[in-house]
T-cell receptor, first 113, second 113 residues
Framework: NAGVTQTPKFQVLKTGQSMTLQCAQDMNHNSMYWYRQDPGMGLRLIYYSASEGTTDKGEVPNGYNVSRLNKREFSLRLESAAPSQTSVYFC????????????FGDGTRLSIL | GNSVTQMEGPVTLSEEAFLTINCTYTATGYPSLFWYVQYPGEGLQLLLKATKADDKGSNKGFEATYRKETTSFHLEKGSVQVSDSAVYFCALSASQAGTALIFGKGTTLSVSS
């Protein structure tokens, strides 16, 4: 059972570089999410996709873009990386039901120099 | 707006001690409430959940009761083990389907033998 798969697991970038974080789920979930986790801040929502074909901004969307490629895949793009985007990024998915839990990937640890 | 407040850590306990991690929330409507656990270097895993008032979620010896009158969802365990050392997150899901979780900032638990 793969669940939610994120790639890559680790990445180091230079300021100004771009990159795309990939996320795929195999649970036939409608909703997918991108969070960032910073020390003492908990998890903060960057973007989410309630269902295929829709995306919405979360709490901290600046500097990011997303693409819901299909029902399985939801990617996060940093167009011009900044040191403030150094973080651990988590993708999650859930059924379209607020009573159902979200399932998380193992995270991408991103450092921007 | 919706929010979650959980006790600041770290919490340091000896093995077999009693654990309480406080969590209170602010929400409109009738949210679902969750506790997630994050072991070092891993993603978040659902520990337990409760979807309506007076529900008790339980798993692996952990329990939490959804108290609407005090807007609380405190996590308890009668006898902690070294393997319970992790970061614990309280979270709520608003009643609207497809919306993201709102997390507390996390509480680090360290259990020594």
């Amino acid at each position: 059972n793969a669940g939610v798969t994120q790639t890559p697991k680790f990445q180091v970038l230079k300021t100004g570089q771009s990159m795309t974080l990939q996320c795929a789920q195999d649970m036939n979930h409608n909703s997918m999410y991108w969070y960032r986790q910073d020390p003492g801040m908990g998890l903060r929502l960057i973007y989410y996709s309630a269902s295929e074909g829709t995306t919405d901004k979360g709490e901290v969307p600046n500097g990011y873009n997303v693409s819901r490629l299909n029902k399985r895949e939801f990617s996060l793009r940093l167009e011009s990386a900044a040191p403030s985007q150094t973080s651990v990024y988590f993708c999650a998915s859930s059924a379209l039901d607020s009573n159902q839990p979200q399932h998380f990937g193992d995270g991408t640890r991103l450092s921007i120099l | 707006g919706n929010s979650v407040t959980q006790m600041e850590g770290p919490v340091t306990l000896s093995e077999e001690a009693f654990l309480t991690i406080n969590c209170t929330y602010t929400a409109t409507g009738y949210p679902s409430l969750f506790w997630y656990v994050q072991y070092p270097g891993e993603g978040l895993q659902l520990l337990l959940k409760a979807t309506k008032a007076d529900d008790k979620g339980s798993n692996k010896g952990f329990e939490a009761t959804y108290r609407k009158e005090t807007t609380s969802f405190h996590l308890e365990k009668g006898s902690v083990q070294v393997s319970d050392s992790a970061v614990y997150f309280c979270a709520l899901s608003a009643s609207q389907a497809g919306t993201a979780l709102i997390f507390g900032k996390g509480t680090t638990l360290s259990v020594s033998s």
